[in-house]
């Protein structure tokens, strides 16, 4: 099965060397462009693509705003949104993964690592593993839970395996990290974070970690 994507920067020289490369999978392909974030949500909503890669800084309605009214929109949510900008910092990747991005890749990394980053949130993953992604995200979406502030819906519902495994997830493990830890199958730990996704009603792994941070399930 063909992954769809669509790319929205406004550097048409970036785009078209984007699509060549995009192109030249046998997996993947390039269904729209997009010049500004106001046109990556209407070709969005045209294409229903699988992966946006979304520059921030562009003319208009910026890349981080268009992510917002992507993965709010209830006929987009099979769609998955990767950052991919020069501008990494901390408040735009805060920001971008509040709004409901899946990943959030710099412009300086190789080609190999933007194919594998839009097949990894095209699978629902996300690109939250250990490293600078990681440290952000424990600086920006650590909130301790505000005593008498209502959970969100699906928490109690978790069973003691599924809070365990979504609270390794949003440590930065991947399920092979989390499956070694717990002497659990592969399998069996995607099975694990798809149910918690699904009782959480997480459109993927980067929302269901930051549904656990701001639940206070896990801190610094």
Not at 194 to 200: D, E, F, G, I
Not at 208 to 220: E, F
């Amino acid at each position: 099965m063909t992954t769809q994507v669509l790319l929205a920067d406004d550097q048409a020289l970036l785009r078209g060397t984007f699509r060549l490369l995009i192109d030249s999978c046998d997996d993947l392909t390039v269904v729209a462009e997009a010049a500004d974030g106001a046109e990556a949500i209407r070709l969005s909503q045209v294409h229903k693509p699988d992966v946006v890669v979304m520059d921030i800084r562009m003319p208009g309605t910026d890349g981080l705003s268009a992510t917002e009214a992507i993965c709010a929109d209830p006929a987009l949510t099979a769609t998955r949104v990767l950052i991919l900008t020069t501008f990494e910092n901390d408040e735009h990747v805060a920001r971008a993964l509040r709004a409901g991005a899946s990943g959030f890749l710099g412009k300086h990394a190789t080609t190999d690592a933007l194919l594998d980053a839009i097949r990894t949130v095209a699978q629902g993953d996300s690109l939250l593993s250990p490293g600078a992604t990681k440290s952000l995200i424990k600086q920006f979406l650590t909130t301790p839970a505000v005593p008498g502030n209502p959970a969100t819906p699906g928490i109690a519902e978790l069973t003691n395996r599924e809070l365990e495994v979504t609270k390794l997830a949003a440590d930065g493990m991947s399920n092979e990290d989390i499956a070694r830890d717990l002497h659990l199958s592969v399998l069996t730990v995607r099975t694990h974070v798809q149910r918690a996704m699904t009782k959480l009603s997480a459109r993927d792994r980067a929302q269901l970690v930051v549904i656990a941070y701001k639940n206070g399930l896990v801190r610094r």
